[in-house]
């Protein structure tokens, strides 16, 4: 069994720029996580506005946690992408889903309630409203030709 099945590339009948909005989305999640595992701070202060002065070590080896998680989970992404289109839904799904609970947890949840919101919180929204509309043009078939 190799680590690479074939590709389900032809498979796929979704539209091709679903599947290229998947490969931007995940590089767009790969590049923030190898800010907060490397960067010093992982950001938290030079990026997104955190007073590090009280538990900033803390904060620092969440954003490292944080940016464990998001490496191998962009690369997966962005294989998908590229070699499994046929489970391109299934990771535009995962964008909606992981976007939609951080844009919830940074408006109306724990994160809303010190009233400071960094980059993302603005990013988060608009990433599932347009993950939305690759997911539906994911799952029409194209037209023949």
Not at 34 to 47: E, M, S, T
Not at 116 to 139: G, K, M, R, T
Request: no cysteine; glycine share 12%.
């Amino acid at each position: 069994m190799a680590l690479f099945p074939p590709t389900t590339n032809a498979d796929y009948q979704g539209s091709q720029v679903s599947a290229w909005f998947l490969f931007v989305a995940g590089l767009a999640e790969f590049v923030p996580g190898l800010i907060h595992f490397f960067l010093p701070d992982g950001g938290a202060g030079v990026i997104a506005g955190i007073d590090l002065s009280e538990r900033g070590d803390l904060i620092v080896a969440l954003f490292a946690w944080f940016g464990a998680i998001q490496i191998p989970s962009a690369l997966l992404i962005i294989i998908i992408a590229l070699r499994y289109r046929t489970l391109v839904p299934l990771g535009l799904l995962w964008i909606i889903l992981a976007r939609g609970l951080m844009t919830y947890d940074g408006w109306l949840g724990k994160a809303s309630e010190g009233g400071h919101h960094p980059p993302e919180h603005y990013a988060s929204p608009v990433a599932v409203v347009v993950a939305a509309i690759f997911l539906v043009l994911s799952l029409r078939k194209r037209a023949p030709g």
